[in-house]
């Protein structure tokens, strides 16, 4: 069984700060891993989708990378905003030949401070 | 604009009553999923479905039900069985296992 584990839980750094969330996975045969942000009352925004194959991937200021080996996954986010301040979820697929059975790990919820 | 359209957005549970939440996709995408989120707690799959008129239980599907009868959309309905089901409900697709998951806006489920 899966199990996603995100740190830290809570994260508050004044903008401008570079910053990395951290996520880990416990089976490392996944095909992929995603990262979502989540705003309050709101859906999940997907950011970064990183196929196993693939150890890294950019969107402007993110940047995700992977080690299956190391069953880690993480989260950098250059010179942080106020909008930057959301819940940040990782997910890793449930293992086996699931389809698309993701498990999430709890969130780290960041607050960028002007 | 292609998404996922949850309805609606705040949505009320009397005892013993049956609601239903609707989910519809534009994206051409195979598979429908259906997520419950509780403050603390990360998300947990309730069902998915990868094919019209197929669908899997998921982690926590007791108290719920679903149908897959377009490939656009995957009602999730909350029965009289379920006994804790205030919650934040999400719909997700995918164009395949491999793709990654786009949500919906979700729907506020709480109980009168």
């Known amino acids: 069984k899966q199990e996603v584990t995100q740190i830290p839980a809570a994260l508050s750094v004044p903008e401008g700060e570079n910053l990395v969330l951290n996520c880990s996975f416990t089976?490392?045969?996944?095909?992929?891993l995603q990262w979502f942000r989540q705003d309050p009352g709101k859906g999940l925004t997907s950011l970064l989708l990183i196929q196993s194959s693939q150890r890294e991937q950019t969107s402007g200021r993110l940047n995700a990378s992977l080690d299956k080996s190391s069953g880690r996954s993480t989260l950098y986010i250059a010179a942080s905003q106020p909008g930057d301040s959301a819940t940040y979820l990782c997910a890793a697929p449930a293992g086996g030949t699931s389809y698309g059975k993701l498990t999430f790990g709890q969130g780290t919820i960041l607050t960028v401070h002007p | 604009d292609g998404g996922i359209t949850q309805s609606p957005k705040y949505l009320f549970r009397k005892e013993g009553q049956n609601v239903t939440l609707s989910c519809e996709q534009n994206l051409n995408h195979d598979a429908m999923y259906w997520y419950r989120q509780d403050p603390g707690q990360g998300l947990r799959l309730i069902y998915y479905?990868?094919?019209?008129?197929?669908?899997q239980k998921g982690d926590i599907a007791e108290g719920y039900s679903v149908s897959r009868e377009k490939k656009e959309s995957f009602p999730l309905t909350v029965t009289s069985a379920q006994k804790n089901p205030t919650a934040f409900y999400l719909c997700a697709s995918s164009i395949s296992y491999r793709g990654g998951l786009f949500f919906g806006s979700g729907t506020q489920l709480s109980v009168l």
């Open positions: 479905s990868q094919i019209v008129n197929d669908f």
């Open positions: 089976d490392s045969a996944i095909y992929n």
